[in-house]
């Protein structure tokens, strides 16, 4: 779903003639963990900074993100983020306050109904003085194709002094004193799907990962957590119809941490953007056995503290554990085939997902052929597949159209289910035996999960099980 992002600001290139001749903005790295392809890229835009403000506006980004690297669930997973900041100036500071709104907890503030922002940032949107929304979403697209087309969670910081902010599809906030904590509160929404726990309306009523109309503790969807840390099913006084999994969350109130159910939200979505197995070695290898081993080896992204576990098979039987490499002697190959595995599992104690065993497992399989395996000088051959499968699942949330992918290394039994939350099958996508290459479907949404809310897609390649959370909206 992150490749679909990326791939939005260009369709909204194509559709805008003006972005021909968009201006390419400067990129500070705020701080760079791997590649762009293997990390969650964090992009913050600047609004309502003047070209003399862009240091404010570093200061402004990197307090913000040391604030949102010191708290549950960032600080354990920031070696799976990169960040950086699109420095766009604007021709005045601050953001608009047309004022139009009737609440009055923000105020006083300056009526000023035109402030010449870059991206239209503006107080009183839908009539709530507070809830600040970047407007103009042509020019976000077009900043970011031009500028960092690689992006996965956009933040727009704007320069007011103001309380404000909103989610969507950009995380925005000022720098009001309480802006980390606002920003932090947006991401939730932004970056991982999650409701408001305050009662914001019945026009944001929706199922959501922390809202439901479930109200047994049996059934609701965080049932795995109840009764644990302060979750339980608590309904909210203006619609007691709907329920929230926490008194004191940080959806709900600033200057709190995230609930459990939250910060598993969090984690899921981080394990759906990042493959914490990055490489391995050797890809191949032809050799001479003799007396030298053979050294299998992993690169991780590991979280901190660490919670990932590394499982050797050798045949399916286990022979080693918690190792990035293993060395394996001539008396390991007592035939002439002997397939090795490494599973790699992210234990996570954030994590209580019914599907945590099957999302945060990643499989690396060695296929060593050896010509005879009583001569100690003997031909061998190495062949590796790393069975994560470059699975792609798009767009996420989705609505009108879904599509998956998947990259067989090899001839493969498969299998794609659709399955709700309680493991009850919905459709039945793909079971057949495929050649290797990649494979590509495309599907209308409703066709695939004939109502909204969170579904699990489930793919199946042999042995291994590989499982994404989908969410169907309107």
Request: hydrophobic share 35%; net charge neutral.
């Amino acid at each position: 779903d992150s490749i679909m992002k990326r791939i939005l600001p260009v369709f909204l290139l194509i559709l805008n003639s003006t972005a021909l001749s968009a201006q390419t903005f400067p990129v500070d790295t705020l701080f760079k963990n791997g590649k762009l392809q293997e990390r969650i890229n964090l992009v913050f835009l600047s609004d309502g900074y003047k070209a003399d403000e862009m240091t404010k506006y570093i200061t402004d980004v990197n307090a913000l993100l040391n604030n949102l690297f010191s708290q549950v669930p960032f600080t354990h997973y920031k070696n799976y983020f990169n960040a950086f900041a699109v420095k766009v100036p604007s021709n005045e500071s601050g953001a608009r306050h047309p004022q139009t709104s009737s609440d009055s907890d923000c105020l006083p503030v300056p009526q000023r109904t035109v402030v010449d922002n870059y991206f239209g940032s503006t107080f009183d949107s839908f009539n709530i003085h507070r809830l600040l929304v970047p407007n103009n979403s042509v020019a976000i697209a077009n900043v970011l194709a031009n500028s960092f087309p690689l992006y996965d969670q956009v933040f727009v910081l704007v320069n007011s002094p103001y309380y404000g902010g909103s989610g969507g599809p950009n995380a925005t906030s000022s720098t009001h004193t309480s802006a980390h904590e606002v920003s932090i509160h947006e991401i939730g929404h932004s970056f991982a799907g999650l409701a408001d726990e305050y009662w914001a309306g019945a026009s944001y009523a929706a199922e959501k990962p922390n809202l439901t109309q479930q109200s047994s503790p049996t059934l609701v969807k965080w049932a795995n957590w109840v009764g644990t840390s302060g979750v339980g099913v608590y309904p909210h006084n203006e619609a007691p119809t709907w329920y929230r999994p926490h008194q004191n969350c940080k959806m709900r109130i600033l200057n709190v941490p995230f609930c459990s159910v939250c910060n598993e939200t969090f984690i899921e979505r981080i394990h759906t953007l990042v493959n914490p197995l990055v490489s391995y070695t050797p890809a191949t290898l032809s050799m001479e056995l003799g007396d030298q081993p053979i050294v299998l080896s992993l690169s991780l992204i590991k979280p901190e503290p660490n919670t990932m576990s590394v499982t050797w098979k050798r045949n399916e039987t286990t022979f080693d554990t918690n190792k990035e490499s293993v060395s394996l002697s001539p008396a390991s190959f007592t035939t002439n085939v002997t397939k090795i595995k490494a599973i790699v599992t992210d234990n996570t104690a954030l994590s209580r997902s019914a599907t945590h065993s099957v999302n945060h497992v990643y499989v690396v399989e060695w296929t060593i052929t050896t010509d005879n395996p009583s001569d100690p000088i003997t031909s061998v051959e190495v062949r590796s597949a790393k069975s994560e499968y470059r699975i792609q699942v798009y767009p996420n949330p989705t609505n009108l159209d879904f599509s998956f992918s998947y990259l067989l290394p090899k001839s493969s039994k498969v299998s794609v289910t659709v399955s709700d939350l309680s493991g009850r099958k919905v459709r039945s996508l793909v079971s057949q035996r495929q050649e290797a290459g990649e494979h590509i479907y495309q599907y209308k949404a409703n066709d695939v999960f004939k109502s909204v809310g969170e579904f699990i897609v489930t793919f199946s390649f042999d042995d291994i099980i590989i499982s994404r959370k989908v969410i169907h909206q309107n």
